[in-house]
């Protein structure tokens, strides 16, 4: 075994993924705002243990001074959609970004593994700016939809207990069945996403819209049109019991016009 300082090696790709999953969350809060809908669902993130890193180096026949070059997944970034249309949207997303660079990609959905295994990895570069200067490290995303994750994390999980022995036939053959099942919710899904997104932007738009007469009530009270606010609260809490959309937007029309005369007034 080498000695090399562990610590510090891995030191750039934990800020990689920490960045990373900064990035990515923050896309998918930006996106859910301004188009009421996101590929994104979740993003997780890991740097590989030590033990993995020398067992793929072991296994692809990398040196222990190529591991920068020759591990391509040490930062690794996981993010899970709802339909596999979103899979393509978000690598679109990602192949338009300026702060990192697709090196190449591995379509594990069109060709999908003996295992089963299904995901897109996309391998890219990432510049991360340590206190030695800029640093390019390698780092792989996996994009997934929650049925193939909730798959691959069962499958992946069974890998502890059978290492190095072989999985037992009876074990494969049901997980490949349980691969198709995952790959056929996958499908039914995507014939009613439609319907499932309409209703998700439909409660995003909602719950903005709450936001927005929320927010504005308080900028009332900040131009000491207290009386108004309290008027204009009042009419939140009924139309929000009633649940009535089209109410709740004439309210906000009727609010954004009272705070401009609350402007005008102030001047
Ligand atoms: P929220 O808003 O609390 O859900 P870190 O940000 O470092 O604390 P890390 O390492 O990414 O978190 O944690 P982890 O455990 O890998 O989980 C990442 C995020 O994915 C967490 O949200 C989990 O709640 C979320 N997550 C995990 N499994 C699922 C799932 O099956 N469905 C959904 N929708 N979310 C899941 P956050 O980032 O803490 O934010
Ligand atoms: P960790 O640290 O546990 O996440 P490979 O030889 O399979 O390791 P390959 O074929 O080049 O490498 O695949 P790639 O693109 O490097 O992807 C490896 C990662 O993809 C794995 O990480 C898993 O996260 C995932 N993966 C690949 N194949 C399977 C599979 O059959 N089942 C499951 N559950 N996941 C898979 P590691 O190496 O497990 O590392």
């Known amino acids: ?150 798959w691959a994390t069962i499958e992946h999980s069974l890998n502890y207990k059978y290492k190095e022995s072989m999985l037992p036939e009876e074990v494969r053959t049901r997980l490949s069945r349980a691969a198709e099942a995952a790959y056929l919710l996958d499908q039914e899904m995507s014939n009613i996403r439609g319907e499932i997104v309409e209703a998700q932007k439909l409660f995003e738009d909602n719950s903005n819209l709450v936001t927005v007469i929320l927010n504005c009530i308080q900028v009332l009270y900040f131009y000491h049109r207290v009386r108004e606010a309290v008027q204009f609260q009042m009419r939140f809490n009924e139309i929000f019991e009633k649940d009535d959309t089209r109410a709740m937007r004439e309210l906000q029309e009727e609010i954004q016009e009272a705070i401009k005369r609350a402007k005008k007034g102030a001047r």
């Open 1 to 150: 075994m080498d000695g090399r300082d562990w610590k510090k090696f891995l030191f750039p790709y934990e800020q990689t993924v920490e960045e990373l999953k900064i990035k990515f969350k923050t896309l998918r809060a930006e996106l859910k705002n301004r188009e009421e809908y996101s590929p994104i669902e979740f993003v997780t993130g890991r740097v590989k243990k030590i033990s993995s890193i020398l067992d793929k180096a072991k296994k692809l026949n990398v040196s222990m001074d190529d591991l920068e070059t020759g591990i391509e997944d040490i930062a690794g970034i996981r993010i899970m959609c709802q339909f596999v249309e979103d899979i393509e949207t978000l690598r679109e997303l990602i192949h338009q970004r300026k702060d990192m660079k697709v090196l190449y990609e591995k379509d594990y959905i069109a060709n999908k593994k003996e295992s089963g295994y299904r995901s897109f990895h996309m391998i890219i570069e990432y510049p991360v700016q340590t206190s030695l200067g800029m640093k390019k490290v390698l780092g792989e995303i996996q994009l997934r939809t929650l049925a193939m994750n909730f």
